[in-house]
């Protein structure tokens, strides 16, 4: 859908430059006011059509993970594959910034447990792109955000620069070390967070 607006943009815009153009060099008259009354344009026209870009059917990063002991540490991957005939991005943003409990904790307890997210998106031709940041800077609201946070656009996201086609090896990763923070995590409640992750062409 972006590559065919793309293209009716630039179709227009062609068009337009080149009327502009022949109608200066030549001037039509009204009938009776002169000769000549009409003017034969030719107006080259040159579109691209933006290639298409998407998961594969079944193979968007969707998954739930059930982590027991969060703070003993984890780490857990979202698989996906790519069906991307150019250049492409992905951005990621996180619901809580953390896995979060909700409720409020007593004095000396956490109801957040830090962990990381990274990236990695694997081209057709063996290219890689991969990055990493900290899931509080995934938020809407993170003052200092990830170069990944956002909705993948042409010009946000984590960019591949080449084509992948039915190629496997590209993986979203949830993981922490153990945790070490001064206030102890809160036993009795569940921590969670979610990712929405999106795909786009890129420039």
């Known amino acids: 859908m972006g590559g065919k607006w793309r293209s009716r943009l630039l179709l227009a815009a062609l068009a337009s430059g080149a009327l502009a153009g022949t109608a200066a060099a030549q001037t039509a008259y009204a009938v009776g006011q002169g000769s000549p009354n009409s003017i034969v344009l030719s107006i080259p026209v040159t579109a691209s059509v933006g290639g298409s870009c998407g998961f594969a059917p079944a193979a968007a990063p969707d998954a739930v993970h059930n982590i027991s002991d969060a703070d003993l540490g984890f780490s857990r991957d979202a698989s996906f594959t790519l069906n991307c005939s150019g250049p492409s991005r992905i951005a990621v943003v996180s619901q809580n910034g953390g896995l979060l409990s909700g409720g409020q904790a007593p004095a000396g307890y956490?109801?957040?447990?830090?962990?990381?997210?990274?990236?990695?998106?694997?081209?057709?031709?063996?290219?890689?792109?991969?990055?990493?940041?900290?899931?509080?800077?995934?938020?809407?609201?993170?003052?200092?955000?990830?170069?990944?946070?956002?909705?993948?656009?042409?010009?946000?996201?984590?960019?591949?620069?080449?084509?992948?086609?039915?190629?496997?090896?590209?993986?979203?990763?949830?993981?922490?070390?153990?945790?070490?923070?001064?206030?102890?995590?809160?036993?009795?409640?569940?921590?969670?967070?979610?990712?929405?992750?999106?795909?786009?062409?890129?420039?």
């Open 110 to 203: 956490t109801l957040s447990l830090p962990y990381s997210v990274d990236v990695v998106m694997a081209a057709t031709n063996g290219d890689i792109a991969s990055a990493s940041c900290l899931a509080e800077t995934l938020t809407n609201s993170a003052a200092s955000p990830c170069s990944f946070r956002g909705v993948a656009s042409l010009t946000n996201g984590l960019r591949l620069g080449s084509a992948s086609s039915g190629q496997g090896g590209s993986y979203v990763r949830v993981s922490a070390p153990a945790y070490v923070g001064g206030s102890v995590p809160v036993a009795s409640a569940g921590y969670t967070d979610t990712l929405t992750v999106t795909l786009g062409a890129s420039l």
